[in-house]
Nanobody
C-alpha cells in the first residue's frame, strides 16, 4: 500500500513563503498537489511528471513551483507571495488521484 506523508505547512503572513514536502513510500510517475479550503471541495493545485514537467492552476501560476527528487520518492511545492485565499489543507497524491493514497495533509494558514 502506498503511503504519502505531507509536511512543511504552517502559519504565514500574506506575502510570505513556505515549502511543502511529500514523502512517498514508492515511486509515482505523475504526482499532484491538492488543497481543500474550509467549506470547499478539494482542488488540484499543480502536477509534476517524473521528468520534471509541471503545470499549475491559474490562481497559483507564477507563485508556486513544484519539483521532485526521484531518488528520494519526494515531491516539493515552493509557495511564494502567499495570499489569504491560499489557506487550506494541502495534500499530495498521484494525478489523477487514487483514493487509498490520501494522507493527513499539512495545514497552511495565511493571515495577518
Amino acid at each position: 500500500q502506498v503511503q504519502l506523508v505531507e509536511s512543511g505547512g504552517g502559519l504565514v503572513q500574506p506575502g510570505g513563503s513556505l515549502r511543502l514536502s511529500c514523502a512517498a513510500s514508492s515511486s509515482i510517475y505523475v504526482m499532484g498537489w491538492y488543497r481543500q479550503a474550509p467549506g470547499k471541495q478539494r482542488e488540484l493545485v499543480a502536477f509534476i511528471t517524473g521528468g520534471g514537467t509541471s503545470n499549475y492552476v491559474d490562481s497559483v501560476k507564477g507563485r508556486f513551483t513544484a519539483s521532485r527528487d526521484n531518488a528520494k520518492n519526494t515531491v516539493y511545492l515552493q509557495m511564494n507571495s502567499l495570499k489569504p485565499e491560499d489557506t487550506a489543507v494541502y495534500y499530495c497524491n498521484s494525478y489523477p488521484p487514487q483514493p487509498p493514497y490520501w494522507g493527513q495533509g499539512t495545514q497552511v494558514t495565511v493571515s495577518s
